[in-house]
Nanobody, 124 residues
């Protein structure tokens, strides 16, 4: 069983930056693909970014490409989401997710484990 705990959310002005962290319990973290999703009020949860088990391959939604960077430190069982040039439309609850496969195979491949979410609010 893997438990995911997010941190780093908060309130930031448009154009600012935040870094989210997701720390996982369990010995198998380093073999799992990881990702971030977000859900804005009244909207469905959407894919944001993903990273394979080694950190060598990353994937991004078009809406965040060039502004967000996903990374991981397997020694610390932690995956990060660096968010720069934030926009009000980035406001959402951000969720960390993990999949038992080592390689990202689409958003559904990250549905095995979920964190509780962390709120990100970007003011205009």
């Amino acid at each position: 069983q893997v438990q995911l705990v997010e941190s780093g959310g908060g309130l930031v002005q448009a154009g600012g930056s935040l870094r989210l962290s997701c720390t996982a319990s369990g010995r198998t973290f380093s073999s799992y693909a990881m990702g971030w999703f977000r859900q804005a009020p009244g909207k469905e949860r959407e894919f944001v970014a993903a990273i394979n088990w080694s950190g060598g391959i990353t994937y991004y939604a078009d809406s965040v490409k060039g502004r967000f960077t996903i990374s991981r430190d397997n020694a610390k069982n932690t995956v990060y989401l660096q968010m720069n040039s934030l926009k009000p439309e980035d406001t959402a609850v951000y969720y960390c997710a993990a999949g038992r496969r080592s390689w990202y195979m689409g958003p559904d491949s990250l549905s095995d484990y979920w964190g509780q979410g962390t709120q990100v609010t970007v003011s205009s």
